[in-house]
């Protein structure tokens, strides 16, 4: 178990947040990303920013994950995270073009950074959170929503373990988006 840098987490979200364009802010967010992925023992950074072969899609920020020794062994090989830091909850559309993302690629899971949640109520009757459980039901896809508040409550890589656990069984068992 590795140990978070409060100050750093706190000073790369500031960064983001007083960041002088979009651009800027999600570069903060996915260093923010990076830093607390790559903690996790055999987590390992892939790419950012990562074009598909036609540069239709773009993946924020990609992680090897090896999943014989990671404490993210629940997780797929390839850990996909998105990253939005907006002044909205992230909305319906932008969940469903991070599901047509991983659809594309065959994966079976992402990562959704949002630092103002997303909008619905939590039972997914509604907005972004149904398009969370449509895409569970229709293909088999888990997109895990971690917020601000989540970041913030870390203070070492066990942390980050269990709400990734926690928030899976929330989605596969009681089919609701926590």
């Known amino acids: 178990m590795a140990i978070y840098s409060q100050p750093k987490i706190s000073r790369l979200l500031i960064e983001s947040d007083t960041a002088p364009n979009t ?11 990076r830093y607390i992925f790559c903690k996790v023992p055999k987590v390992t950074h ?5 074009l598909d072969g036609v540069r239709a899609h773009e993946l924020d920020v990609v992680f090897n994950n090896d999943t014989r020794n990671s404490d993210l062994y629940f997780l797929d090989y390839a850990i996909i995270t998105e990253c939005k ?3 909205n909850p992230v909305s319906s559309a932008q969940v469903g073009w991070l599901i ?5 690629r065959f994966a079976t899971m992402g990562i959704l950074i949002s630092l103002n949640g997303i909008t619905g109520a939590r039972d997914g009757v509604s907005n972004a959170h149904s398009e969370i459980l449509n895409a569970l039901i229709r293909d088999n896809i888990r997109i895990l929503v971690i917020t601000r508040e989540d970041i913030l409550a870390f203070t070492n890589t066990d942390d980050l373990v269990q709400l990734l656990q926690r928030k899976l069984m929330k989605l596969n068992i009681h089919r609701t988006i926590e």
């Open 23 to 33: 651009y800027v802010k999600g570069a903060k967010l996915e260093e923010l990303v």
């Open 46 to 50: 892939y790419d950012s920013n990562v």
């Open 85 to 87: 830091n907006t002044g």
């Open 100 to 104: 047509r993302k991983l659809q594309d």
